[in-house]
């Protein structure tokens, strides 16, 4: 746990170093052009209609920014974007980056279940130290605002559909672009039912 904490601290001062002359002449304003492709999945002011496809809205711009050009450089494999990104310069990604980070993020409306919301708080705020699971809160901020100095994501009112199948993605190294390997040594140890449950709790985040 010690070794993964420390991990975090040394990534949060690598991001914050790189990006910020970048994130400092981002334009919104150009950006919203660029993203109108991105309205069929992702909606107009990045509140995705669909659970399949995240929602951007309110997202961290350092976070976002990665995302864009790992997907544009092959970093990051996402079939439905093929193609979708590979003319952008990194400043294309800043800008629309910037644009959707201005957007008021969704609220989402958790499934009530008790014993389900419980679970999902726990692991959000607490984690499961027998499991070696730290809590989400450490990194993404008990609202889920994310850190946008660590290039750590907002995930409040995220779809569930999108958090579980990213988890899993993490958990079996399908997905393979997080900083020190956090995401998936965290997602490994995540049962279905872990997973199920952090996700709702993070619907209703806010």
């Known amino acids: 746990m010690r070794k993964l904490l420390a991990s975090l601290v040394i990534t949060m001062g690598a991001v914050s170093a790189a990006h910020a002359d970048l994130e400092a002449d981002a334009d919104a304003a150009a950006g919203q052009e660029k993203a109108q492709a991105c309205a069929a999945c992702h909606g107009q002011q990045g509140i995705s209609p669909s659970g399949s496809f995240p929602n951007l809205a309110g997202q961290q711009a350092s976070y976002l920014a990665k995302q864009i050009m790992d997907i544009r450089d092959g970093n990051r494999e996402v079939p439905q974007m093929a193609g979708q990104v590979d003319d952008f310069s990194d400043q294309d990604a800043w800008d629309v980056a910037a644009y959707f ?4 993020p969704a609220l989402g409306q958790a499934d009530p279940d008790e ?18 699971i730290p809590a989400c809160a450490a990194c993404h901020t008990p ?5 946008g100095s660590a290039g750590y994501p907002a995930l409040s009112g995220q779809h569930t559909d999108y958090t579980v199948a990213t988890l899993q993605a993490f958990a079996t190294g399908e997905r393979a672009n997080d900083p020190a390997n956090i995401m998936r040594d965290i997602a490994a140890k995540m049962s279905d039912a872990d997973m199920q449950a952090v996700a709702n709790y993070i619907l209703g985040l806010h």
Do not use: F, N, P, W
């Open 101 to 104: 980070a201005d957007q008021d």
């Open 115 to 132: 014993e389900l919301i419980a679970r999902g708080r726990e692991l959000y705020r607490s984690g499961d130290m027998s499991k070696g």
């Open 143 to 147: 609202t889920g605002e994310g850190i």
